[in-house]
């Protein structure tokens, strides 16, 4: 059974900074593309940062350029994503995804349950 544990949200004052993480299990880790997504109230969900499954090739929404930084350790099937100078824009929930891609119609996805992520003084 797959699971994505994400860990490390809360509330934060702006210009502060959290470190989520998102621990994996159940799946060839290091053959996934790892992303992080964010929902905030009354929007889509929206992919915020993603890292390939080798060569540590990562894209992020500009929205966080300069601001987060995705990384992962393949040896313990975790992903992170550092958040630095976060502004009251930033508060969503924030999801991990596990993306594969058998070929350009079949893909396989698996989500984890979200952490919280409040930014306000």
């Known amino acids: 059974q797959v699971q994505l544990v994400e860990s490390g949200g809360g509330l934060v004052r702006p210009g502060g900074s959290l470190r989520l993480s998102c621990a994996a299990s159940?799946?060839?880790?290091?053959?996934?593309?790892m992303r992080w997504y964010r929902q905030a109230p009354g929007k889509e969900r929206a992919l915020v940062a993603a890292?390939?499954?080798?060569?540590?090739?990562?894209n992020y929404a500009d929205s966080v350029k300069d601001r987060f930084t995705i990384s992962r350790d393949n040896g313990k099937s975790t992903v992170f994503l550092q958040m630095n100078s976060l502004k009251p824009e930033d508060t969503a929930v924030y999801y991990c995804?596990?993306?594969?891609?058998?070929?350009?119609?079949?893909?396989?996805?698996?989500w984890g349950q979200g952490t919280q992520v409040t930014v306000s003084s």
């Open positions: 995804n596990a993306h594969f891609e058998y070929s350009s119609t079949s893909t396989r996805d698996y």
């Open positions: 890292i390939r499954s080798t060569g540590g090739v990562t």
């Open positions: 159940g799946l060839t880790f290091s053959i996934y593309t």
